[in-house]
Protein backbone atom coordinates (compact mmCIF):
# COMPACT_ATOMS: atom_id res chain seq x y z
CA UNK A 1 0.00 0.00 0.00
CA UNK A 2 1.14 3.42 -0.53
CA UNK A 3 -0.11 6.65 0.26
CA UNK A 4 0.77 9.66 -1.73
CA UNK A 5 0.41 13.39 -0.22
CA UNK A 6 0.83 16.52 -2.53
CA UNK A 7 1.95 19.86 -1.63
CA UNK A 8 3.04 22.85 -3.34
CA UNK A 9 0.32 24.27 -5.24
CA UNK A 10 -1.20 27.86 -5.62
CA UNK A 11 -2.18 30.90 -6.95
CA UNK A 12 0.66 32.51 -9.91
CA UNK A 13 0.70 35.05 -12.41
CA UNK A 14 1.51 33.66 -15.86
CA UNK A 15 5.36 33.52 -16.73
CA UNK A 16 5.59 32.14 -13.02
CA UNK A 17 7.56 29.20 -11.38
CA UNK A 18 5.68 26.16 -9.21
CA UNK A 19 7.25 23.63 -7.24
CA UNK A 20 4.91 20.81 -6.87
CA UNK A 21 5.82 17.81 -4.07
CA UNK A 22 4.64 14.59 -3.81
CA UNK A 23 5.30 12.64 -0.59
CA UNK A 24 5.01 9.06 -0.66
CA UNK A 25 4.32 6.14 2.51
CA UNK A 26 5.57 2.64 2.27
CA UNK A 27 8.91 1.04 2.41
CA UNK A 28 9.26 0.29 -1.47
CA UNK A 29 8.99 3.70 -3.05
CA UNK A 30 11.94 2.56 -5.27
CA UNK A 31 9.74 0.19 -6.74
CA UNK A 32 7.13 2.51 -8.52
CA UNK A 33 6.85 4.49 -11.11
CA UNK A 34 5.49 7.48 -10.42
CA UNK A 35 3.23 10.20 -12.50
CA UNK A 36 1.83 13.52 -12.47
CA UNK A 37 -1.69 14.09 -13.70
CA UNK A 38 -3.63 17.35 -14.12
CA UNK A 39 -7.49 17.87 -14.44
CA UNK A 40 -9.10 21.10 -15.07
CA UNK A 41 -12.74 21.88 -14.15
CA UNK A 42 -14.89 20.11 -17.25
CA UNK A 43 -11.88 18.43 -18.34
CA UNK A 44 -10.49 14.79 -18.22
CA UNK A 45 -7.87 14.11 -16.17
CA UNK A 46 -4.46 13.86 -18.24
CA UNK A 47 -1.16 13.22 -18.30
CA UNK A 48 1.42 15.82 -17.29
CA UNK A 49 4.95 13.34 -16.64
CA UNK A 50 6.01 10.44 -15.82
CA UNK A 51 9.84 8.55 -14.04
CA UNK A 52 10.90 5.01 -13.89
CA UNK A 53 11.30 3.99 -10.16
CA UNK A 54 14.77 3.30 -10.39
CA UNK A 55 16.58 5.66 -13.12
CA UNK A 56 15.97 9.19 -14.38
CA UNK A 57 14.28 8.21 -17.34
CA UNK A 58 11.53 10.81 -17.81
CA UNK A 59 8.49 11.33 -20.11
CA UNK A 60 6.24 14.27 -21.00
CA UNK A 61 3.10 15.52 -22.42
CA UNK A 62 3.88 18.28 -25.43
CA UNK A 63 2.30 20.51 -23.68
CA UNK A 64 4.45 20.97 -20.96
CA UNK A 65 7.79 19.23 -22.76
CA UNK A 66 10.54 22.29 -22.09
CA UNK A 67 8.30 23.81 -19.28
CA UNK A 68 7.81 21.11 -16.25
CA UNK A 69 10.54 18.88 -14.68
CA UNK A 70 9.65 15.37 -12.88
CA UNK A 71 12.33 14.45 -10.47
CA UNK A 72 12.76 11.68 -7.54
CA UNK A 73 14.46 11.65 -4.42
CA UNK A 74 14.10 7.62 -3.13
CA UNK A 75 15.74 8.29 -0.23
CA UNK A 76 13.55 11.03 0.49
CA UNK A 77 9.91 9.28 -0.91
CA UNK A 78 9.15 12.33 -2.89
CA UNK A 79 8.77 13.00 -6.73
CA UNK A 80 8.56 16.86 -7.33
CA UNK A 81 6.94 18.45 -10.43
CA UNK A 82 8.93 21.85 -11.29
CA UNK A 83 7.11 24.17 -13.58
CA UNK A 84 8.15 27.34 -14.94
CA UNK A 85 6.67 29.87 -17.97
CA UNK A 86 3.42 28.59 -16.66
CA UNK A 87 0.45 29.81 -18.61
CA UNK A 88 -3.27 30.27 -17.88
CA UNK A 89 -4.00 26.36 -19.80
CA UNK A 90 -2.00 24.58 -16.98
CA UNK A 91 -4.55 25.64 -14.59
CA UNK A 92 -6.12 22.67 -12.58
CA UNK A 93 -5.66 20.00 -9.79
CA UNK A 94 -2.31 18.32 -10.16
CA UNK A 95 -2.34 14.81 -8.74
CA UNK A 96 0.32 12.27 -8.15
CA UNK A 97 0.33 8.74 -8.93
CA UNK A 98 2.36 5.67 -8.41
CA UNK A 99 2.67 2.38 -10.66
CA UNK A 100 3.80 -0.78 -9.50
CA UNK A 101 5.89 -1.15 -12.84
CA UNK A 102 9.62 -0.09 -13.23
CA UNK A 103 8.24 2.55 -16.36
CA UNK A 104 6.24 4.92 -16.20
CA UNK A 105 2.79 5.61 -18.34
CA UNK A 106 0.88 8.09 -19.93
CA UNK A 107 -2.50 6.07 -19.28
CA UNK A 108 -4.15 6.72 -16.34
CA UNK A 109 -5.51 3.19 -15.61
CA UNK A 110 -2.30 1.97 -15.38
CA UNK A 111 -1.58 3.50 -12.06
CA UNK A 112 -2.64 1.66 -8.61
CA UNK A 113 -2.53 4.82 -6.29
CA UNK A 114 -3.70 8.50 -6.12
CA UNK A 115 -2.65 11.35 -3.82
CA UNK A 116 -6.28 14.08 -3.10
CA UNK A 117 -4.44 16.64 -5.11
CA UNK A 118 -3.52 20.00 -5.11
CA UNK A 119 -5.07 23.12 -6.77
CA UNK A 120 -2.78 25.12 -9.40
CA UNK A 121 -4.03 28.46 -10.59
CA UNK A 122 -2.36 30.70 -13.16
CA UNK A 123 -3.95 34.22 -13.46
CA UNK A 124 -3.42 36.08 -17.29
Known amino acids: QVQLVESGGGLVQAGGSLRLSCAASGRTFNSYAMGWFRQAPGKEREFVAAIRWSDPTTYYADSVKGRFTISRENAKNTVSLQMISLKPEDTAVYYC?????????????????WGQGTQVTVSS
Open 97 to 113: AARAYFRGSSLRSDYDY
